[in-house]
């Protein structure tokens, strides 16, 4: 297996848009020199939390390319190519390794409902076209409507470039099969902010997050504490940033919650694109609470 170290905490960055629902790729490139300034090690460009199913491919690509050259060399970026259709997820991923990227997430077939054998052959066509990218699977039965079991991960693991899981099932026992059957060097990030601490318990690499967006730096500062066995600091600063985690997943549909929160900070993200809709006057309120609380507005 290909050894490949994407760090620790890897946010999942969301899309800004301009008032007339224009992707701002200005914006963009101040909010990934941030994030990397706060704390992240690996920007994930256009998964859930970057709105991809309501962005062209041309937005998309061109978004890898203006973050990778935002960032250059001081953080790592992951694009998210996948797609339910391994054709079309395999010419967007070879497109996307043209920019110079550093991975790839690729995110479970969703709404065709696929047998394992072939969420198998799929990941294994997308992976063996692009050998020279790491290939991070993405797991989000909640979304997608399928689980990628432990037993498939485990026999996907075995391609080469095929290096970890961003594992959003919410199931620990799941994510302690998952490390039980695959290889130490596979990396398994947490799904769900709330349950990077007990991931980390049981083998976990560290978090593909949407809370380190306003605290990538205390994040950090968690899993260190953890990786050094001050389990009472990590432990400490889990229960404090608790209420913010389970608020930006739980208030509303991700992004909405977290562009709520980016913009009541001063960054103006601008809205999410339809079906998704502006946060509500309650959810709004929920964030702004948990933000103050937090001393993060």
């Known amino acids: 297996?290909?050894?490949?170290?994407?760090?620790?905490?890897?946010?999942?960055?969301?899309?800004?848009?301009?008032?007339?629902?224009?992707?701002?790729?200005?914006?963009?490139?101040?909010?990934?020199?941030?994030?990397?300034?706060?704390?992240?090690?690996?920007?994930?460009?256009?998964?859930?939390?970057?709105?991809?199913?309501?962005?062209?491919?041309?937005?998309?690509?061109?978004?890898?390319?203006?973050?990778?050259?935002?960032?250059?060399?001081?953080?790592?970026?992951?694009?998210?190519?996948?797609?339910?259709?391994?054709?079309?997820?395999?010419?967007?991923?070879?497109?996307a390794a043209k920019l110079g990227l550093d991975g790839s997430l690729q995110v479970v077939p969703y709404y065709n409902k696929p047998p394992q054998s072939g969420l198998y052959e799929h990941f294994k066509a997308v992976a063996h076209a692009c050998p020279d990218l790491p290939v991070v699977l993405y797991n989000i039965p909640g979304r997608t409507g399928l689980n990628l079991l432990p037993e498939t991960v485990?026999?996907?693991?075995?391609?080469?470039?095929?290096v970890g899981i961003k594992e959003g099932s919410g199931n620990l026992d799941q994510a302690s099969e998952i490390r039980r059957l695959t290889p130490k060097e596979f990396h398994i990030y947490s799904g769900d902010d709330s349950l990077t601490l007990p991931l980390l318990a049981v083998g976990g690499t560290g978090v593909v997050s949407v809370a380190s967006h306003l605290v990538g730096t205390k994040i950090q500062q968690m899993i260190q504490a953890f990786t050094t066995g001050e389990m009472h600091i990590a432990t400490q600063i889990h229960l404090q940033l608790f209420p913010l985690f389970k608020a930006l997943l739980s208030a509303s549909t991700n992004p909405i919650p977290i562009k709520t929160a980016l913009k009541l900070k001063g960054w103006e993200v601008g809205s999410t694109r339809l079906p998704l809709q502006e946060a509500s006057e309650s959810v709004s309120q929920t964030i702004k609470l948990v933000l103050a609380e937090l001393a993060i507005i």
């Open 1 to 95: 297996m290909r050894v490949v170290d994407f760090g620790r905490v890897l946010t999942a960055m969301v899309t800004p848009f301009q008032e007339d629902g224009s992707v701002s790729f200005a914006l963009a490139e101040k909010l990934a020199v941030h994030l990397v300034e706060q704390g992240t090690d690996t920007l994930v460009v256009c998964g859930t939390t970057g709105e991809s199913p309501t962005l062209t491919w041309e937005e998309q690509y061109e978004l890898f390319r203006v973050v990778r050259k935002a960032v250059g060399s001081k953080a790592k970026v992951i694009a998210g190519t996948g797609s339910n259709s391994t054709k079309e997820a395999i010419a967007a991923t070879q497109k």
């Open 154 to 162: 485990a026999r996907l693991a075995e391609i080469s470039n095929i």
